[in-house]
């Protein structure tokens, strides 16, 4: 009865080998992403979307910098609450849209990196609240710089 | 450079695959856990201790509940606390003792179950400062109930 | 526009003036206290309920440490999170029950007391979702010892 | 022994009533803020630094946005971050810097103004840990927008 690594992966795997996300739900999520003007700011873009996951990656620009010259906490915390809003928008229904109720984050490791690669993750999706997790990782995708987690709520149109 | 299920999984096994805690740390905690008394209040165990994980295991009682005789968030947030400092206690020096600092909870489903079993696991082991998740399982390790996110300190004899 | 102690106080102030809650909701927050088998087993009792704020007390004894023989974290969580919850029902309709979304606390110091007030308080009053606070104060009400920030769930009958 | 309005003041107002912070300090924190480059991206300044406290104001720009015209909450959480970083460096010694070990946030309301203005507070500054709330507050500082609770870290040289 103790966690096993299966059950861990299952864990882990939730929502993963489904079919790919509609065309209709991926071009919802791209389209809002092209209206977060943030996301344009900060100079980042989507990678992909999966049912209960998207990955959004972002290179380093000074503009983006903390005072020692990493990633500021904010700017991969923008990242990853991003990914983790776009992650529970692929389990939604189709005319709903997302926002964030509550995350929190902590920062792992200083990010000296060139690229943010920031993963988020659908790990229980009730109608109203979606709770994700969200992964930061260095552009090798070998370290882990900061680790989410996250609670979103679905907007449904004349509610 | 996507995170990939390799990645992944060397995330989640970080830790795992070392040899077993040395007997002079595995008894200092189960010695500590001996000395909480709210473990023992709520009728917990340890279930096992690995370099960098701890798992407890408590079954249900009517004493541990919320209104509607699920286990109380609060009882589950207890076990995982515990969990995440003794997987931080098994990775740091001999001579150290762990004081919670922080901890985020999401409530996942009701835990309408007979036994929690709360796994708490280090992410990232700094001098200082260790990073934990924990995650409670049902007792079939099926389903699971809610996810910590925890930030442990080390207490070093004279600091 | 800087806030100002006038805005920080009406902040804190919230909900604080209003008449008291009425028998009703008082009688509802109070049996479902009594229904909580964790805050008997805890040996905690409701203070106060107002409208928007619920104040739970502990004294301490040996059963509800941690290893060093102050309160342990989870029992402070347990505490804040009823209080927390009841602040919450304390403003919903009066036909809904509530449940703990999640929470994050911080531990600021070692629970050195003989009695902790849980003091929980709503910052944001939604339909669905309440945001709170909490404190955990030594018997002196001098001292915080932990903070807390928090999300409840209306539950609503038939829903 | 209930907090009653004075413990809530004096908890509030703590490190407020203090002498200015010290040239050297203040001006090591107005060199840290302008090495930000994420703070010049998102056009933010700083408002005010006292003890224990930082207060930074940005107004809004599309570049800001979330998906319908509101701050993003990953603009709002950065500015946050930054002020409680420069509320705990202005009570840190001379020669430390700041970093984020973690926070967490819940958004409140839409972010629908024309100015944030973020205020970092320090509630327990320890010599290593330092423990911080922030607000979020509309332009006109009437509107809780968002809530912070954060924990960062001195760095000293040499260490």
């Given at each position: 009865m103790i966690p096993d690594q299966a059950a861990r992966s299952a864990y882990l795997s939730a929502?993963?080998?489904?079919?790919?996300?509609?065309a209709l739900i991926e071009n919802k999520i791209r389209e809002s992403f092209a209206r977060q003007g943030l996301m344009q700011t900060l100079g980042a873009s989507i990678r992909s979307v999966e049912p209960g996951r998207a990955v959004i990656e972002c290179p380093f620009q000074?503009?983006?910098?903390?005072q020692n010259g990493y990633f500021h906490a904010g700017a991969i915390t923008s990242l990853l609450d991003s990914a983790c809003g776009y992650a529970s928008l692929s389990v939604m229904e189709e005319d709903a849209d997302v926002l964030s109720a509550e995350f929190k984050i902590n920062l792992l490791k200083p990010a000296d990196t060139q690229l943010i690669i920031a993963e988020g993750k659908v790990i229980q999706a009730g109608r109203t609240l979606v709770v994700c997790e969200g992964w930061a990782w260095d552009g090798a995708a070998k370290k882990l710089l900061a680790k989410m987690q996250a609670t979103m709520v679905a907007i449904r149109p004349g509610k």
């Open positions: 929502h993963q080998f489904q079919s790919p996300v509609n000074l503009g983006l910098s903390q």
